[in-house]
């Protein structure tokens, strides 16, 4: 019975996988690719900040 179910499990994904591989463009795998590279820029661009502001307040109290 368990050997049913693995089988019938790795279908059910292989089928999803290649139901959706079908739609996946290349205009979508590069929007993916700018959007990460964006976020990844605008997220260390904010730590800096936040550091900058965080050793500013800190100068300050003492």
Not at 34 to 42: K, P, T
């Amino acid at each position: 019975m368990s050997n049913n179910l693995s089988h019938l499990k790795f279908s059910i994904i292989g089928g999803t996988i290649s139901s959706t591989w079908i739609h996946i463009t290349s205009e979508d795998i590069i929007k993916t690719i700018l959007m990460a590279i964006i976020g990844a820029v605008v997220s260390y661009i904010v730590s800096i900040l936040i550091k900058r502001i965080h050793q500013k307040f800190m100068m300050r109290k003492k």
